[in-house]
């Protein structure tokens, strides 16, 4: 071993390459063994004409032909082939004279094989070995001089010039050393004797046998030979056959006979008994074969495997008792059985591959091997059938693995791929090998909501930041691709952004109101959600939510007539001669809510004569229980509430002023009114308002007959009834609401004024309801609706509560 090591240090690593091209891109090199791992062989870049910077990308790398270890490699920045692991001649070639190992280059994208061969040149790294230390020859005192003793020749693994050369025997009177050689071409060793040799003398003599090698330096094995001087034995043993030639199938179990040699003897007695040795084995071989020394039969021993080994070479030497020996080649060659199943190599596997590769594309290279031989050795591929890909045969044994459809992550996201790869022996052998791929997301699906659209129900009045809904919308992709942001698309509510009114949570999708809704503002509307991925570019969809606002009593009733007091009040003209049933006046009120909320019922809380007037539940209408009597009271006062449906209920008060009369002339005597519900101030601005309101009324009186008594002619003036209300009296934004009976009924009167008639008292012929009271009993305060009734006249308050007036008409 260092003897070995020495020459490699003086060898070092000089190496030479040659470069010969090839069709189809092959390439040839040359390189002595043993160099160090990294040495340059040569550069297939260069030499192949590829681009150094492309190697890389390309994926390029160096396989060895039915062998899984890596003996040489590529450097990818510079494109040398460089020593991977010991190169070991006699390991690959043993004897043979050329020794020539197979490489292929793989290039990737696109697929691209060179072939390498790479010529290994011997070292003299191995010395020479004789087959035993110590060899023992018996010789017979009587040999004459020049008798030939046959010696095993030397073993050198290395070949041509590094082999064994010379040999050197010990010097020694009586023996010379020459080689000869077979016919066969083996060479062995002869020990000549050179002068007779003397039992009594010298019984026995060791000789030092050196054998020296060709290489630079020289290594050199020796072995002694024991010479033990006997009687005469002049017979050597002699073979039936110079080669021996044998079959045998590989797996061939232990002990399976092989081939049986047969050597005779002339001699009789102990010179010709004849025993067997092998004289000249491998160690392989000696691992795989035994020999039966007595018989000569060679058996198995070890496990036969022809793709270790196709054929096997061993010499047998037969000898006598007495040293004499002659020797046989025995040549065995192995057949081949279908023991191997093919090997299938994942070379390359681009994984994972986005769903959106179009059919056709290559995602990985497939490499099958199988060591066994001619029909035993070839390989069909095949993939199951329920995966969108197939195997496309490519060079020698490599198939590309690429998809047939369109790939959908989302309905199947990793594929595990079983690849069966089946020989054609007898019977034949497959093998299965399972390729795992994932399928990479691409954001090509948008968020879907749950529901097509939303309703979302709040009543009016709600805090700020409640709850309104949920949206909420999925998406099949993968991580941030299917990670879904809401937000409100932009927009109006009643002018106002909707932003004003909700917002949404982006990463829950929950809405929120952001203000309190009014439900009298608006009773429902609707905005827009977007629900956006996360993706590059982004997807997106929309959705609509409908809120609409629920009512929540919070309004209470307003009374429309009659007015609220503190405006110019009016007091409603009952005739003396009213019966049971007729309508006096009318209360009329609106509540903003709506559905039951606005529902109104009216109700007398408190009047003056409790037995003497009613009003309707849900109309309003005031009339007489009973026809009026001498004994009632003139001046009648009812407070009326109006209560709404809600809960809890929301009411509103009103006072009634009336007086029973059957003409303006008892006006006058009005002055005493109080009522108790007044403070005394108030009760004193009511007196002097109407008496003074009736002192300007009979003064326009007693003008319009004289203009009508001068042109001759009737005048008619027409009132509007007391029970008619302005369309000043309803404020914008009420409606009457069906059913409520808030605003059922109008009323009009029209109004004669008699000619000559002292009392200016009104007459009415007619109505539109037969229990309305004529609209001469009926006397309104307020200033303006005298005006309507007496033409242009121009009236002015006197005093500051507007319960008195001068008025000038004309």
């Known amino acids: 071993m260092m003897n070995r090591r020495g020459v490699l240090q003086s060898v070092g690593f000089v190496f030479f390459f040659v470069v010969v091209h090839h069709a189809h891109g092959d390439l040839s090199y040359s390189v002595q063994e043993e160099l160090k791992r990294g040495s340059v062989i040569g550069n297939v870049a260069k030499d192949l004409g590829l681009e150094v910077g492309r190697l890389s990308a390309r994926k390029a790398r160096v396989d060895m032909e039915g062998n899984e270890r890596q003996y040489c490699g590529i450097n990818l920045r510079s494109g040398d082939l460089v020593v991977a ?344 052998l497959s093998s299965s090998k399972t390729v795992q791929l994932s399928v990479a997301d691409i954001n090509d699906n948008p968020p879907v909501f749950e529901e097509q659209s939303y309703s979302a129900y709040v009543t009016e009045n709600n805090k700020p930041g409640s709850t309104l809904c949920s949206v909420s919308a999925r998406d099949p992709d993968w991580r941030q691709n299917g990670t879904v942001i809401y937000s409100l698309l932009p927009g109006e509510v009643n002018g106002a952004p909707v932003s004003s009114y909700l917002s949404v949570n982006g990463d829950t999708g929950v809405i929120h109101a952001v203000r309190s809704f009014d439900y009298e503002q608006f009773r429902s509307f609707k905005v827009h959600v977007m629900a956006r991925d996360n993706g590059s570019p982004p997807l997106s969809s929309n959705v609509t939510v409908s809120v609409f606002i629920s009512d929540v009593n919070d309004n209470s009733p307003q009374i429309l007539y009659p007015a609220p007091e503190g405006n110019s009040f009016m007091t409603e003209l009952v005739p003396k001669a009213a019966h049971g ?77 009336l007086l029973i009369s059957d003409n303006l002339a008892e006006v006058p005597e009005l002055k005493d009114i109080s009522y108790d519900e007044k403070n005394s101030k108030l009760t004193s601005y009511l007196i002097i308002a109407l008496v003074s309101v009736s002192t300007f009324f009979l003064t326009f009186i007693i003008i319009i007959l004289g203009v009508r008594f001068c042109r001759r002619r009737k005048p008619r003036l027409l009132f509007d009834g007391a029970v008619a209300i302005p369309s000043a009296y309803l404020p914008p934004n009420y409606a009457d609401v069906d059913g409520t009976g808030t605003l059922r009924s109008t009323y009009n009167y029209d109004a004669y004024l008699t000619t000559g008639s002292r009392t200016s008292d009104f007459k009415f012929v007619s109505s539109y309801n037969d229990n309305t009271l004529p609209a001469d009993q009926t006397l309104r305060k307020s200033p303006t609706d005298f005006a309507d009734a007496f033409g242009d006249c121009d009236a002015s308050p006197e005093v500051g509560t507007g319960a008195t007036y001068r008025w000038s008409c004309y």
């Open 85 to 428: 692991e010991r190169i070991d001649r006699e390991e690959h070639c043993g004897e043979k004279p050329s020794c020539v190992l197979k490489f292929e280059l793989l290039l990737e994208n696109p697929l691209e094989l060179h072939r390498l061969s790479l010529q290994v040149q011997d070292v003299n790294d191995n010395a020479p070995i004789f087959p035993k230390d110590v060899i023992k020859l018996e010789i017979t005192e009587s040999a004459d001089k020049g008798a030939k003793y046959r010696i095993n020749a030397a073993q050198d693994a290395d070949i041509g010039k590094n082999s064994v050369e010379s040999y050197i025997l010990q010097q020694n009177p009586h023996f010379v050393f020459s080689i000869q050689t077979t016919n066969a071409g083996s060479k062995y060793g002869e020990l000549v004797l050179d002068k007779e040799l003397d039992r009594e003398e010298q019984q026995e003599m060791k000789l030092l046998l050196t054998a020296v090698d060709g290489g630079s330096p020289q290594r050199s094995g020796t072995v002694v030979i024991h010479v033990v001087v006997l009687d005469a034995n002049d017979n050597a043993p002699v073979f039936t056959e110079a080669v021996y030639t044998a079959t045998l199938p590989e797996n061939s179990p232990f002990h399976t006979p092989v081939i049986t040699v047969s050597a005779s003897d002339a001699d009789e007695g102990a010179n010709g008994e004849v025993t067997y040795e092998f004289s000249r084995i491998s160690d392989k071989s000696q691992k795989l074969f035994s020999l039966d020394e007595k018989t000569g039969e060679i058996s198995v021993s070890g496990d036969i495997d022809y793709e270790e080994g196709s054929k096997y070479e061993v010499l047998v030497e037969a000898k006598d008792g007495y040293g004499l020996s002659s020797e046989a080649k025995v040549i065995i060659d192995i057949t081949d059985v279908n023991d191997n199943a093919p090997v299938i190599y994942l070379k390359s596997l681009s994984s994972p591959i986005p769903e959106n590769a179009s059919p056709g594309t290559e995602v990985g290279i497939i490499n099958v091997q199988d060591r066994d031989s001619e029909s035993n050795g070839q390989v069909r591929c095949s993939i199951q059938q329920n995966a969108p890909f197939k195997l496309v045969p490519s060079i020698k044994n490599y198939y590309s693995l690429v998809t047939t459809g369109q790939l959908d992550r989302e309905l199947v996201s990793d594929y595990n791929i079983t690849i069966t790869a089946t020989d054609e022996g007898s019977p034949p």
């Open 581 to 657: 049933g007729s309508l006096v006046s009318k209360v009329i009120a609106v509540d903003a809510d709506s559905g039951q909320n606005a529902w109104l019922s009216y109700h007398i809380v408190k009047s003056t004569d409790p037995g003497l007037f009613t009003i309707g539940v849900h109309s309003g209408e005031i009339r007489t229980q009973r026809d009026i009597s001498e004994s009632d009271s003139m001046k009648q006062n009812l407070i009326v509430a109006v209560k709404d449906n809600g809960q809890p209920s929301l009411s509103a008060t009103c006072s009634m002023y």
